[in-house]
RNA sequence: GCCACCGUAGCUCAGCUGGUAGAGCGACUGAUUUGUAAUCAGUUGGUCGGGGGUUCGACUCCUCUCGGUGGCUCCA
């Protein structure tokens, strides 16, 4: 056997080391400052500790902390080290699972009693005194049923349960920094002393496998970096964020509020809540007509009969407002429009030339989201919809499908949205009959004409198997809120099972009745959430033609009042939102307060402009625009507006 | 729903170990007539989320309840 071997890195260079050499003495072969900030390697592609030795020839990456691998096995071993410390502080704990997340890692613990504050802040503290110890971390592996006996013996019961699901066969890894040992598949930081710059962000409660029947535990969440100033860019980035939160904005901006008495999850919509409301419902009109939908509307009550029918009732029961009983019928609050929608479609007869029948309609909904569950305006219990359903022929669905996601995808350009993902919900075919209509073949055709469509249509998506609805596949597109909380922006499902459930059929060509598949479509998804989104997305800065306030009239002194009102008045006519700001206040004032209620439009009027008939134009957060002539202010205003021009942005 | 934390004026917040509440902004009034992010002065404003209890005395302690926040779980 050969002492030498040749190691390969990224840039195909290479070099020759001893057999047995480690990534960490590589690294030290080419600089002690990468010596001293290389985290992790892979080696042949496969993650490995920077104590992993290298026997034969291979290639190497080696990853800092600020690369993402780096940053996530910092994470990690970020996470062993909270454990160790809360062990050490509380014996009796029992350590479950503590995996690095996006940022941030966490760590749930079975204790008597919860984390406060104050503990997290012992914790880290005691996390910085074992971490500047230096200890080694050393890598043991070992057989699935020797790794039982330690872990029992240790009475780590939670760890013995996580290997007891793992194949007998197979060989597991745990690592040991002084007394502490971790069932882990790793790889980790060879030395606690590479962990600086970390800080416990929170703890809660978390149930034992995500499964509320089993016992809850205590979580706390984490953050570590590479360096002080990435650790203080991401905790500034956190404290950004919250100012962008809907919730605050909502109340400044006087968009929404909830009232105590009028119920948790129950928004009202204030006026310049409504405005951006009717703004979005003219936009989904507007291009749903163009689009051949036809609006309907229904009544928010219906008999429990029709769930009965729809399926609702059986899979979603628990969601619903319990029933009122109404002369002797269980009557429900819609918790969704489809099968008001079935029963439109149902009213005529059908035939294929009728098809595709496309019905729209801002139809608001009620539905019971635990009290849990509830976050301002992203997740409500009555709500509205931007629903339609499209019925349409196996051969219509692909285009009536790619039309449906396209429409999306013109929404988000208007919206500027740019950071999203489409996520493909299949079956999962375990759950046929329980979770799933139990139609195997119907299921597995549909699924593969969707990813058909899609794949055509050329959109990216990840597919999620078990998601699915009851009655069929769906695409759900996925956003983020400032504060990171993924959610469905903008969803459409397929339904092959409820048409027929509801006897809706068409007569085809050769005269023969057929059942339709119905398409469920809600690209602006809730108006609650669209709305909660967008003032996140805009951070309140909403382009002209959504902005509530569009412009305000900034008088330098009193004398000009009257031509200011002749301006609102003129604008007012002309269907823009335009107010005068007539307090004895100097212009500075009065430009402050127009910028803090983010008002993108500033018109500046004294004297000189009154003699010229001109306005002096600020745009906000860009600043003074200079003198136009009002005429020309009007039409440049009004075009902006009719062409729902993108807001300026401060940053680009 | 579960775990933790929080709840003082319209908003943001102060109020030490119990002695019946303060500030800034806002709003209002008056003076100022102002040129691109705060003119000055005055006035207004709270049964300290609500109920019950402990105490001579509760914003402060206990308890129940309502609401919010961070998570867990779920989302047609």
Known sequence: ???????????????????????LQIAESIGPRLAQDVVVSKVDGELRDLSY??????????????????????????????????????????????????????????IDGTFSDKDLLRIEEKMHELANRGQIVTRKEMSRDDAITLFKKMGEHYKVEIIEDIDPGETLSAYQQSDFIDLCRGPHVPNTGEIKYFKLLNSSGAYWRGDEKNK??????????????????????????????????????????????????????????????????????????????????????????????????????DSMYPAMDIDGTEYYVKPMNCPHHHKIYAASPKSYRDLPVRLAEYGTCYRYEKSGQLFGLMRVRSMQMNDAHIYCTPEQFKEEFLDVC????????????????????????AELGKKYVDDSDLWIKTEKAVKEALDDGGFNYTEIPGEAAFYGPK?????????????????????????GRFNLTYTNADGKDETPLCIHRAPLSTHERFVGFLIEHYAGDFPLWLAPRQV???????????????????MFEKGIRCEIDTRPEKIGAKIRQAELSKIPVMAIIGEKEVEARTISVRRRKIGDQGSIPLDDFISEILDEIKTRRHSYRKTE
């Open 216 to 317: 809850m535990l205590q979580r706390i969440y984490g953050t570590v970096f590479s360096s002080k100033k990435s650790l203080k860019k991401y905790l500034n980035f956190l404290e950004e964020a919250k100012k962008r939160d809907h919730r605050k904005i909502g109340r400044e901006l006087e968009i929404y509020i909830f009232d105590e008495e009028v119920g948790p999850g129950l928004p009202l919509w204030l006026p310049n809540g409504t405005i951006i409301l009717d703004e979005l419902e003219d936009l989904a009109k507007e291009s749903e007509r163009k689009a051949g939908y036809k609006r309907v509307r229904t009544p928010h009550l219906s008999k429990s009969s029709l769930y009965e029918r729809s399926g609702h009732l059986e899979h979603y029961k």
């Open 53 to 110: 030795p290298i026997e034969l020839n291979a290639s190497i990456e080696l990853f800092t902390g600020e690369a993402p691998e780096g940053h996530e096995v910092l994470l990690h071993s970020t996470a062993h080290l909270m454990a160790q410390a809360v062990k050490e502080i509380y014996p009796k704990a029992q350590v479950t699972i503590g995996p690095a997340i996006e940022n941030r890692f966490y760590y749930d613990f079975d």
């Open 475 to 499: 695409i759900d597109v996925q956003v983020w809120s400032a504060i990171g909380k993924e959610f469905t922006l903008a969803t459409n499902q397929v339904d092959f099972a409820v048409p």
């Open 406 to 429: 396209r429409m999306y995808l013109m929404y988000f350009e208007i919206f500027g949205i740019e950071k999203y993902m489409m996520r493909l919900s299949l079956h999962d075919p």
């Open 1 to 23: 056997m050969s002492n030498i071997i040749t190691i390969t890195f990224p840039d195909a260079s290479t070099r020759e080391y001893e057999s047995g050499i480690n990534s």
């Open 552 to 570: 305000i009239i900034l008088p330098v002194s009193e004398k000009v009042h009257d031509y200011g009102r002749e301006i609102v008045n003129e």
